[in-house]
């Protein structure tokens, strides 16, 4: 059973940063989609960012150009810079480690942007 711990959430300003990082304890990490996904109070959860396998990335419309998705193999982590954050960014964060029909998530750690 793989595990995900997430790390970097906290309480920030607007227009501040955070950096969230996910560790894997998988053993073939390199090969999995790993992704940011976000649930805020009373609604869905959405992706955020994910970032596949080869390194390619992708962002919801709502964080490009402010968050970066990256990964480390040889560390199994995932992180997601977060920049010019917004109050509407205020959500659980979690971390999804995915391959077909097989998706591991993290506990989640809470962002919230406010003055």
């Known amino acids: 059973q793989v595990q995900l711990v997430e790390s970097g959430g906290g309480l920030v300003q607007p227009g501040g940063s955070l950096r969230l990082s996910c560790r894997s304890s998988?053993?073939?990490?390199?090969?999995?989609?790993m992704g940011w996904y976000r649930q805020a109070p009373g609604k869905e959860r959405e992706l955020v960012a994910v970032?596949?396998?080869?390194?390619?990335?992708n962002y919801a419309d709502s964080v490009k150009g402010r968050f970066t998705i990256s990964r480390d193999n040889a560390e199994k982590t995932v992180d997601l810079q977060m920049n010019s954050l917004k109050p509407e960014d205020t959500a659980v964060y979690y971390c999804?480690?995915?391959?077909?029909?097989?998706?591991?998530w993290g506990q989640g750690t809470q962002v919230t942007v406010s003055s």
């Open positions: 999804r480690q995915s391959s077909g029909n097989t998706i591991y």
């Open positions: 970032i596949t396998s080869a390194r390619a990335p």
């Open positions: 998988g053993s073939i990490f390199s090969l999995y989609s």
